[in-house]
Nanobody
Framework: QLQLVESGGGLVQPGGSLRLSCAAS????????IGWFRQAPGKEREGVIC????????YYADSVKGRFNISRDVAKNTVYLQMNSLKPEDTAVYYC???????????????????WGQGTQVTVSS
């Protein structure tokens, strides 16, 4: 059964850090890229960062370059989102999702992803 489970969200002060985890089962993160998306209240879901299944190359949205990083542990079949220098505008529900096509450069467009986790809330506030 293919499944994605996020964890690690919470409340953090501006300038702080959080690490989100996306544990995958039923497929290998070494084959399929994983993307992180977020959705704030009243806004559309946006792509934040992804890691390609083919070679682990990351791709970033401009809004998070220099602040967010993505990595994967193939042995644990888990992808991590490290968020640093958090801003109030980073507040959103964060979702991980699996690329619908294996072994390619990961896209940051949500419609190219077919399986989604349940989401985890990240709130940046003082």
């Amino acid at each position: 059964q293919l499944q994605l489970v996020e964890s690690g969200g919470g409340l953090v002060q501006p300038g702080g850090s959080l690490r989100l985890s996306c544990a995958a089962s039923g497929f290998s993160v070494q084959l399929y890229g994983i993307g992180w998306f977020r959705q704030a209240p009243g806004k559309e879901r946006e792509g934040v960062i992804c890691i390609s299944g083919s070679d682990g190359t990351p791709y970033y949205a401009d809004s998070v370059k220099g602040r967010f990083n993505i990595s994967r542990d193939v042995a644990k079949n888990t992808v991590y989102l490290q968020m640093n220098s958090l801003k109030p505008e980073d507040t959103a529900v964060y979702y991980c999702a699996s690329d619908r096509i294996a072994l390619r450069q990961c896209p940051l467009w949500q419609y190219e992803y077919d399986y989604w986790g349940q989401g985890t809330q990240v709130t940046v506030s003082s």
